[in-house]
């Protein structure tokens, strides 16, 4: 079974910055590409931002140059640095990752999410 517990959340002001992280534990033998999600209240689900096993990284419109993805693999961890918030960044931010274990194939795993507010 694998894990992924994300935190860094919280309460920030316009302009701010938050750093959320993502650590993945379990009988893990790999990871594959990483994401960031989030949801605001009566929206879809949407991708924040990506980044693959090697490193290749994919950003939503409304938040490049802004926000910067990255990952250490020998810790089974993600990193989303997010900077110049804007109060339509306000979210649920949900972890997300491919991950293949000692005993199951590539599959897509989920954390609880952190909530993200920005206040104007």
């Known amino acids: 079974q694998v894990q992924l517990v994300e935190s860094g959340g919280g309460l920030v002001q316009a302009g701010g910055s938050l750093r959320l992280s993502c650590a993945a534990s379990?009988?893990?033998?790999?990871?594959?590409?990483m994401g960031w999600y989030r949801q605001a209240p009566g929206k879809q689900r949407e991708l924040v931002a990506a980044?693959?096993?090697?490193?290749?990284?994919n950003y939503a419109d409304s938040v490049k140059g802004r926000f910067t993805i990255s990952r250490d693999n020998a810790k089974n961890t993600k990193y989303l640095q997010m900077n110049s918030l804007k109060p339509e960044d306000t979210a649920v931010y949900y972890c997300?990752?491919?991950?293949?274990?000692?005993?199951?194939?590539?599959?897509?795993?989920w954390g609880p999410g952190t909530q993200v507010t920005v206040s104007s």
């Open positions: 980044i693959t096993s090697g490193g290749r990284r």
């Open positions: 379990g009988n893990i033998l790999s990871i594959n590409a």
């Open positions: 997300n990752a491919e991950v293949v274990t000692t005993t199951r194939g590539p599959y897509d795993y």
